[in-house]
């Protein structure tokens, strides 16, 4: 496998990105300036270097400390929001909306959740997945498995209203999209 195939497939991994996409990135590098390809390269080690995620939200974010801006400046929000991946959470953030955040990922941090939903004062809980199948399958897995801690809590439980197209990407809609769906919630 030649170097340019090699690094082809591995832009090939990105998502979004298919085999012409990825010939392209490399294609660009290559026709770039030497200074501008090693500027690129160890922005990259840079990231991985100094970006962590937050102990609180899980979002990625350039840390000093455990927990991001938004933690450190919401904390003490009532409104708790689940988002699947750190795009939701970035196109929910521009809606203005004072909450607190939690990046759920694919169920994978279902114990979290619970654990924090049950040390903090929350008074709501809004559910802001996708509109896709594999989404409404981990809302309904998640809803079943607050019930009983929301029961208890008396925590209201919303999702998105549906100014969302059904098989959107969350990170795709725009801020009035957004507004609009937080605002008819159910």
């Not at 991946?85 to 004072?98: I, R, V």
Request: hydrophobic fraction near 40%; charged fraction near 25%.
């Amino acid at each position: 496998m030649s170097l340019i195939e090699k690094l082809s497939q591995y832009f090939k991994k990105f998502p979004g990105i298919g085999e012409r996409q990825a010939a392209r990135f490399v294609y660009f590098l290559l026709n770039e300036k030497p200074a501008d390809v090693k500027e690129f390269i160890q922005t990259v080690v840079d990231l991985k270097k100094n970006i962590g995620q937050c102990a609180y939200c899980f979002r990625f974010a350039e840390l000093n400390e455990k927990v991001c801006t938004w933690c450190r400046n919401h904390g003490d929000a009532k409104i708790l929001v689940v988002v699947e991946k750190e795009a939701g959470l970035e196109t929910l953030q521009k809606s203005n909306l004072a909450a607190k955040y939690f990046i759920l990922g694919n169920l994978p941090r279902q114990k979290e959740l619970i654990e924090k939903i049950k040390k903090e004062d929350i008074s709501e809980i809004i559910l802001a997945f996708s509109l896709t199948p594999q989404a409404e399958y981990n809302e309904g897995i998640l809803r079943q498995a607050l019930s009983p801690i929301i029961t208890q809590k008396k925590i209201k439980i919303s999702s998105l209203g549906r100014g969302i197209s059904t098989g959107l990407e969350l990170e795709y809609s725009d801020p009035e999209t957004i507004q609009n769906a937080l605002k008819n919630r159910q």
